[in-house]
Structure formats: C-alpha cells, structure tokens
C-alpha cells in the first residue's frame, strides 16, 4: 500500500490497555477508551466497550449498539456477531439477517456458513438455507484459472470431496484446491509434496516435507523441518532457514525464527525486524502484532502504533 493510500485510513492505535484510532502521522482522531478495537470495514468498526462489542463509524457515531460477546468485522456489507453464546449475522443498521442461534459461521463469497449440532451447511445473505448443515468439515475454495466460482470442500465421514454452491458434487476422493494456476499434491507412498496444473501436469517435483498454497507468486514449503519460498517455476526465492512461514500479503510474508516472528519481502529481505511474539498477515497497509504479552498495529516499514 502507498503512503497515499495509508494516509488515508485510520489506524487502531494503543494507549497503554486503551483502543482508540489515528491517522498515519500518528495524530489520534478517535480517543483512546476502548477495551478492544478492529481494523475500519465497509465504515464500520468493531469497538469494546464495559465488556461488550458494538460498531462506529469514522465520526465515533455508535452504529450497532454495544450488546455482543464478540463480534467480527464486516464483510460483504454483513458482521458476524455473539449474542447469547450463539453466531448469527447483522447487517449495517443492526438486522439480524441471520439470526443468532449457531455454533459458529464464516462468511464468503456470498454464502455464511454456519455449524449447528456439530454439522456444517449454507446459508444465503437473506439466512435462507441454501445447503442442508450435513457435513462435518468444510473449506472454502479461492477461485481459479477458468473456474471464477468453485465451490467448497466438504467433508462427510472423515472422506472429503468438492460441492458447487448448488450441493452438487463436483469430484471425489481427494481436495481439490488451486491457487494462482497451481495446486499442491502429494502421494501416500512417500508422502511427499509437489505442484500441479490444471491439467494435472506435474510443474514442481514432489521433493518437499510439507508446502502452502502460492500467494503473490510464491509458495511456503519446508524441506528437513525448514521452510522457505519457491517461484511458480520451483526456483528457490527465500532459502529453507526458518521454523516456520506464511504467504505473501500486500509484498510481506510473516516468517518464524527462534520462536520470534518478523516480515520478509519477496526477495527474502527482512523488512521489519523477527522480534515479536505473534503477528497476523498485512492488510491495508497494516498488521497487528504482539510484544510483550500486549497487541498492537504496525505499518508496513515497521512503525509502531502504540504508547505505554
């Protein structure tokens, strides 16, 4: 992301055990008195507040009132919320448009999916069922090559097999899950990993321990208990010396090294120190990490956005 584009969002930003947002030159425009805070999405964010989760808007208007256990950040115009130990989601002005009676949900691509009673299924944006809660497990599927709507991965009785958005099956007996032209396969015999096209064509030699799906055009894979990065070709970018690694976001991979975590860029330069104890992927232009036992957002030259 740009310096542009960063300046023009606004940043959760830590005040010793307090929430509040800034802008990129650390010029605090939403006081810092919340017990917990999310990243601003489709205008809203999540805020914590006396224990409970509500939503406001970039004024501090309070959108969706401060009544929710937990509460996740809108996408697709929907949030998924906690309200008496069950999920369901609201929309903008608070409607509960599916309501809050389940385990758990995940929302994509237009579908929530929700667990009831231990079984997955589908439901559509207006909470109309859509496929039966049936099955045990489930995967989204990112579109690929030719295929811009694939379906799930879905699992009934530890045996998995792909499902379009009708519940039609698509294949059996194994996941089928490719990602920028390129899926991982590996062989029980071996249990080895490599890469292959759509049209089942090996790309990439099955010599790996263990390997990621590509994102930004490298891939994760470990080879004796080392993981680095490769190129859609099998080129080595990032060399195996880390315990652990996760794909590229906005140019930024996160890496693990001697139980610290810190970002890469796709050279394999370290761009932002391997000194934090836990962190999530860049997105807009911004991280949460952890150090010190506390959270807190990082930009993406390594800036702080915190105070004790």
Known sequence: MSAQNIDS????YRREDKWGFCKSIKEIVIECKYDGIGRFTDGLAK????????FIDKNENEIIPFIYEDANRYSGGLAAVLLNNRWGFINKNGFETIPCIYDNVSFSDNLAAVELNSKWGFLNKSGIEVISCRFDAIQFLEP???????GWNVQIDGKWYCIDKNGNEISYDSVVHYVEERMAVTDWRDNKWGYIDLNSRLLI??????????????????LKDKWGFIDKNGEIIVPFIYDKVYGFLEGLGVVKLNNKYGFIDKTGTVVISIIYDDVQKFADGIANVKLNKKWFYIDNVGTQYKEE
């Open 205 to 222: 030699d099955r010599i790996y321990d263990d390997c990621n799906d590509f994102s930004d055009g490298l891939a994760a894979v470990m």
């Open 144 to 150: 690929f090559d030719g295929v811009p709507d694939p």
């Open 47 to 54: 805020v914590k507040l006396n224990g409970k989760w509500g």
């Open 9 to 12: 969002i606004l940043i959760p």
